[in-house]
């Protein structure tokens, strides 16, 4: 069984409409990443967070919320989507406690947005 | 503020050689090091990790990676490379201390290998 999942796969929106993503995952793991990965700038970080009720921005959090009700689901939320927001975004899960594997992650199928 | 730099887009080999994909670092101190691979429309998928120890890491599918503090380096390895190989390799660090335990990636090496 996938232990990372995302929905939508395929997303199709309008510009100044309202995107959620969701992603679920069922490793336990405290911590949730959202990335987007685009043709020259490989993944980059978004939001991420260290646990229920907790979200931190990234490297390029303009334009995206985030939101973690519990510690299986992560949701990223673009309240008015610009044509800027095309992309492929993946949710990941890292196990983030104690010890020296909490930095690895484990990444979703991705979603692919796109915002005409 | 850290970093992780491919300085290969590309890599084309051919079926049989030897290959070296290059990863920099910059970072205040020794970083926790991955390599991840991501086959075509899948998500990323671990490869190797380095925390501390032995510099020489082996990894899934023959790969290894080499750490090298003072040159500020993780560059991933294969002895023969297979057509299957062919996918886009990202390297990736994450801080160590000081409260800063946030990932950051490359850019990704696409690496084509010819039969």
């Known amino acids: 069984e996938a232990a990372v999942t995302q929905s939508p796969r395929n997303k199709v929106a309008v510009t100044g409409g309202k995107v959620t993503l969701s992603c679920n995952q069922t490793?336990?793991?405290?911590?949730m990443y959202w990335y987007r990965q685009d043709t020259g700038h490989g993944l980059r970080l978004i939001h991420y967070?260290?646990?229920?009720?907790?979200?931190e921005k990234g490297d390029i959090p303009d334009g995206y919320k985030a939101s973690r009700p519990s510690q299986e689901n992560f949701s990223l939320i673009l309240e008015l989507a610009t044509p800027s927001q095309t992309s492929v975004y993946f949710c990941?899960?890292?196990?983030?406690?104690?010890?020296?594997?909490?930095?690895?992650?484990?990444f979703g199928p991705g979603t692919r947005l796109t915002v005409l | 503020a850290q970093s992780v730099t491919q300085p290969d887009a590309r890599v084309t080999v051919s079926e049989g050689a030897s290959l070296q994909l290059r990863c920099k670092y910059s970072?205040?101190?020794?970083?926790?090091l991955f390599w991840y691979v991501q086959y075509p429309r899948q998500g990323l998928q671990l490869l190797l990790k380095?925390?501390?120890?032995?510099?020489v890491v082996q990894g899934v599918n023959s790969f290894e990676a080499e750490f090298s503090k003072s040159n500020s380096s993780f560059h991933l390895q294969k002895a023969s490379v297979h057509w299957s190989d062919s996918a886009v390799y990202f390297c990736?660090?994450?801080?160590?201390?000081?409260?800063?335990?946030?990932?950051?990636f490359g850019k990704g090496t696409s690496l084509v290998v010819h039969p």
């Open positions: 990941a899960s890292g196990a983030g406690t104690g010890g020296p594997n909490y930095a690895e992650q484990f």
């Open positions: 490793n336990n793991h405290n911590n």
């Open positions: 967070s260290y646990g229920a009720g907790s979200t």
């Open positions: 970072y205040s101190a020794t970083p926790y």
């Open positions: 380095y925390y501390s120890g032995d510099p």
């Open positions: 990736a660090l994450s801080g160590t201390s000081g409260g800063n335990y946030k990932p950051t």
